[in-house]
Nanobody, 121 residues
């Protein structure tokens, strides 16, 4: 059925950069709002950034000016560019797709399995 696959995580030094990718099943991608969330050890999952079908974005205060969310509809892929990474950015990052246009899976949320980002020297 619907699949979301995150990639691009890894170990980086403070101040470094990573770009996360989320490949989404084409049956839903163009009809979805997209988001990135993260969960650090011992903490609840929190919103990082979202982007609507129309390109409107929102960001958590903790990442404003450092992270950028984008989407490429031709590739059915969402991205999170992360710059100036800090140790407190260490978390598992999850991709979310929300189907907001009538059609298959309308009204449903879909989650990827996550990709680990570790910021440490």
């Amino acid at each position: 059925q619907v699949q979301l696959v995150e990639s691009g995580g890894g170990l980086v030094q403070p101040g470094g950069s990573l770009r996360l990718s989320c490949a989404v099943s084409e049956i839903i991608f163009s009809r979805n709002n997209m988001g990135w969330y993260r969960q650090a050890p011992g903490k609840q999952r929190e919103l990082v950034a979202t982007i609507t079908r129309g390109g409107t974005t929102i960001y958590a205060d903790s990442v404003k000016g450092r992270f950028t969310i984008s989407r490429d509809n031709a590739k059915n892929t969402a991205y999170l560019q992360m710059n100036s990474l800090k140790p407190e950015d260490t978390a598992v990052y999850y991709c979310k797709a929300s189907t907001v246009v009538p059609g298959p899976y309308y009204g449903m949320d879909h989650w990827g399995k996550g990709t680990l980002v570790t910021v440490s020297s």
